[in-house]
């Protein structure tokens, strides 16, 4: 065999030795597929297990961040809603999510996570419309401050935004390529408009809760709403435009007598940098306190 062949053989091995290394040690080449969705936007495709970075993630038949599920005798059922706050994303195994800690935290509690990464409340209210309540007995709407500002349900990035893939990447190095190193995909214009909505966005998206909570009413459900604030907000404080919003998210509340939780204050009391792994998603640590305190509202 001559020195080409030889090289050939090598940089072959080399090449699987790494894409198995990719696949077997941080999931690659099997990422978290989403479809696209005429009113909900999109949604994660549903019957998928993956394990990303070590961490287990499920989807069930419902799109949910949840095992499959029957009714369980003496048991209080809990729908969650929310965005990657309760879903977890790559970075939070199956058994750390909110919706896993609270259900953990009583035996008597059956909980359901219907989320997706950057859902705001019209997508949230979509899923309900399309997939009703699951008779829960209570429904729980986890939003954060950059939500109240949330654009309509769009699908126009699926399968474009290489965050939102709809099929398998040919192979594991691939994957890591397009993801990391390749330039970006350009997204379509129309999406480029949909995200610069003019307008009323808040009073839209309070809307959207209120039917959330009609919703809720309508089929005998609890209903509570809780909203976490960015990590910046914590430190050098909000907005002017952030403090208005939530203004008049907390008066819509208290008109509507909404039962609800505002984790500023609450999350005040810690360390904020303990409480976050970045600017807006929560650490193990933020995400006890949320379950902890959502169980007791339960």
Do not use: C
């Not at 050939?8 to 990422?31: D, H, K, Q, Y």
């Not at 397009?178 to 214009?189: G, I, Q, T, V």
């Amino acid at each position: 065999m001559n020195w080409i062949g030889i090289a050939i053989v090598i940089l072959s091995i080399a090449l699987i030795l790494l894409e198995l290394t990719l696949r077997i040690l941080f999931g690659f080449g099997n990422p978290l597929l989403y479809l696209g969705d005429a009113e909900i936007g999109y949604l994660l495709a549903p019957n998928q297990s993956v394990k990303r970075f070590g961490n287990r993630i499920e989807i069930n038949e419902y799109a949910m961040r949840s095992p499959k599920f029957t009714p369980k005798p003496s048991t209080k059922r809990v729908l969650m809603i929310g965005d990657s706050i309760i879903n977890g994303g790559w970075w939070t195994d199956q058994k750390d999510t909110v919706s896993e800690l609270i259900a953990r935290s009583n035996n008597h509690l059956e909980v359901l996570n219907a989320s997706a990464n950057s859902w705001s409340p019209r997508n949230e209210l979509a899923y309900l419309k399309r997939f009703g309540t699951f008779h829960a007995d209570v429904i729980v709407l986890v939003i954060n401050t950059d939500d109240l500002f949330g654009t309509p349900p769009t699908a126009l990035g699926v399968g474009r935004d290489r965050n939102y893939p709809d099929r398998k990447p040919p192979s594991a190095i691939w994957e890591v390529l397009d993801r990391y190193l390749l330039p970006a995909p350009k997204l379509p214009a129309e999406l480029t408009q949909i995200q610069a909505e003019g307008g009323d966005r808040v009073g839209i998206n309070l809307d959207a809760i209120r039917q959330i909570r009609d919703i809720a009413n309508q089929n005998n459900a609890k209903f509570v709403l809780t909203i976490t604030p960015l990590l910046r907000e914590l430190t050098t404080g909000s907005r002017d435009y952030e403090i208005t919003a939530r203004q008049r998210l907390t008066e819509m509340t208290q008109t509507e007598q909404i039962q609800f939780l505002d984790f500023l204050s609450i999350f005040k009391s810690s360390d904020p940098q303990t409480l976050y792994r970045d600017h807006i998603h929560l650490s193990p640590s933020g995400n006890r306190i949320l379950s902890e305190r959502i169980a007791q509202a339960i």
